[in-house]
């Protein structure tokens, strides 16, 4: 057991793709009183305590970190109590306080998701498929995008891709339920019809004629 504000963060437990981006990720602590002494995930917080951890030392860091499967991270942050490491869309580490992390991916997911609906109404697939994967990677929960990535998958006749989103969407809503929410997406993929006067046009006014005949009267009472 360790007492959390006598820990830094020298890195976390995974190696991102731009695709994974925003994530939360587990911290890769360093204690301050014998800076040979690394802890790996997986561990536990209770309180501003880390508890079953895995200890390592300097050694078994690089090593891991020169095999790609943790990231070294330059500067050491403080650990600090009721805080999580997420890494931002640029690769950038962010350390802050849980409610705070979870407003802002919550933010971000939601900008994403209506990024993703304006690229879908466009046909732009490649933009909609990666604003849908930012909205996932920062809160995997949502089923919105998956609903947009089923739409996708369908009118691309990708049925097992569909099914695959219908599957990672079973946790959280009906099949049934989900199969509306696609079909509404389906739907914003459709030309939009016109009314069928809309390209219809007169040969001639119907005020023309009303025109011709009062000049008949005129010429005739002449």
């Excluded at 695709?19 to 040979?36: E, G, I, K, T």
């Excluded at 109590?81 to 849980?98: K, S, V």
């Excluded at 994967?133 to 990535?149: F, M, N, Q, T, Y």
């Excluded at 089923?150 to 079973?170: D, F, I």
Aim: glycine content about 4%; overall charge neutral.
């Amino acid at each position: 057991m360790q007492k959390i504000t006598d820990l830094e963060i020298i890195g976390y437990g995974n190696v991102l793709k731009e695709s994974m981006l925003p994530s939360v990720v587990a911290p890769v602590f360093r204690r301050l009183d014998n800076r040979d002494v690394v802890i790996f995930p997986p561990y536990s917080f209770d309180g501003g305590f880390v508890l079953r951890e895995t200890e390592g030392n300097q050694q078994d860091y690089s090593r891991l970190v020169d095999a790609r499967q943790i990231t070294r991270i330059e500067n050491a942050i403080p650990a600090v109590a009721g805080h999580e490491l997420w890494i931002d869309q640029n690769l950038h580490p962010q350390y802050e306080a849980r409610a705070r992390v979870t407003e802002k991916l919550r933010s971000i997911a939601f900008e994403s998701i209506k990024r993703a609906k304006a690229a879908l109404r466009e046909r732009n697939f490649p933009e909609t498929e990666r604003f849908c994967g930012v909205a996932l990677s920062a809160d995997d929960r949502l089923v919105e995008p998956l609903a947009i990535k089923a739409a996708v998958a369908r009118s691309k006749n990708e049925a097992p891709r569909e099914r695959v989103m219908e599957k990672l969407a079973s946790t959280m809503m009906t099949a049934e339920a989900f199969a509306v929410l696609v079909a509404g997406f389906v739907a914003e993929l459709q030309p939009q019809q016109r009314p069928a006067f809309a390209g219809y046009r007169l040969a001639s006014s119907p005020m023309s004629g009303i025109a011709a005949y009062r000049a008949t009267e005129l010429a005739e009472a002449a």
